[in-house]
């Protein structure tokens, strides 16, 4: 006799099973049509999900799975993974770093849609592009006004001011091996100054500094808790602060700022993903500036005419006027190695 409970049983079963099977074979399918897309970003965590919001809402199919760390450890996790690397794009990303990449074959490049609207100091010059940036940041010096005033410090107007003895184990700075904003800093110092007395000041002003920390933001973040009073971070890092309640003065050079380029590119792959091509068009789009245009003084494409609070009334004049990132990208390994040679001894622990 034919038990009809058993035969429900197994035909149930065999039911969960095949819509089990076929859902990992559509997920399978999903993957292989590209919609999870996989960027590497330098972008604060903070601005991240603020900026992507507006391309989940035209998207909402496609999975964007998002790994971020400092430009310098993104930038060595490429070359590392080379060919085999799962990113698909590089999202915010210093252009010097990217230069670095496209040297070693793993940019495609691609020009994406509206790219005549961006700013010509925003994009590689190659047609197409290797990268095309979102905004540019510059270095600048964060005060802890409170700290600075208690402590009896003098102000700061000038890389020079750093040097004074007053400052002697008060400045904290990024390490520019794991750091971009740390490298554009020693970048735009040695192109300012030469590079022999670019170092020279380097080695005085290593005398004042107290930590190196791998992150770019860092510095800024101390001197706005007051742990240290002086931190040599960017532009937005300090702005942010400052915007948060912090007792911090943003101080951009008389001499003029290092900056590079947050830019993005696409990895070079045997399969890229059309998806991959959608985000950097979306990527320089006016609703993806607008996102961003309350941060940085110098976008990619001009939305608007206010300048954020905090920064310089004539962002572009306050920039170093000979800042060739290609030189900086050529001599990226060689600067790294000389500068870690000489102060490495006080960046922080991992």
């Not at 399918?29 to 604060?44: D, N, Q, S």
């Not at 001011?161 to 735009?188: C, H, Q, W, Y």
């Not at 954020?308 to 990226?332: C, F, H, I, M, T």
Request: overall charge positive; hydrophobic content about 45%.
């Amino acid at each position: 006799m034919i038990n009809l409970s058993d035969q429900i049983g197994k035909a149930w079963k065999f039911a969960l099973l095949l819509i089990a099977v076929t859902a990992v074979f559509a997920a399978a399918a999903a993957h292989a049509a590209g919609k999870e897309l996989i960027v590497y970003t330098a972008l604060e965590n903070e601005q991240i999900n603020k900026y992507l919001a507006t391309f989940k809402e035209a998207n909402p199919d496609i999975d964007v799975k998002i790994v971020r760390d400092s430009t310098g450890i993104i930038t060595a996790k490429l070359l590392a993974e080379g060919a085999n690397t799962p990113a698909d794009v590089v999202w915010g990303t210093a252009a010097s770093s990217l230069l670095v990449l496209e040297k070693r074959g793993l940019i495609e490049p691609y020009a994406p849609k509206g790219l005549d609207r961006v700013e010509k100091m925003l994009k590689d010059t190659a047609n197409p592009p290797a990268w095309v940036g979102i905004d540019a940041w510059e270095c600048a010096i964060v005060v802890n006004t409170a700290e600075a005033k208690a402590q009896g410090l003098p102000a700061i107007k000038s890389y020079k001011d750093l040097l004074r003895p007053e400052f002697k184990g008060k400045i904290v700075m990024s390490n520019p091996n794991s750091s971009g904003t740390g490298f554009l800093a020693v970048s735009g110092i040695l192109q300012l100054m030469g590079e022999r007395a670019g170092f020279e000041y380097l080695d005085k002003l290593h005398e004042n500094i107290a930590l190196y920390t791998h992150s770019g933001s860092a510095p800024a973040k101390k001197a706005a808790s007051g742990e240290f009073p002086v931190g040599i971070s960017y532009g937005y890092a300090g702005v942010n602060q400052k915007k948060k309640g912090a007792p911090v003065e943003i101080v951009f050079p008389v001499e003029g700022s290092g900056w590079d380029v947050e830019a993005n590119a696409l990895i070079k792959k045997k399969n890229i993903k059309p998806e991959a091509k959608k985000f950097l068009d979306w990527a320089i789009s006016d609703r993806a500036i607008n996102a961003l245009k309350d941060d940085y003084a110098i976008t990619a494409v001009k939305v608007g005419n206010s300048i954020p609070e905090g920064y310089s009334k004539e962002p572009l004049s306050q920039l170093v006027k000979k800042n060739d990132l290609r030189w900086a990208a050529q001599n990226r390994d060689r600067l790294l190695k000389e500068w870690a040679s000489r102060y490495e001894g006080k960046t922080e622990a991992k």
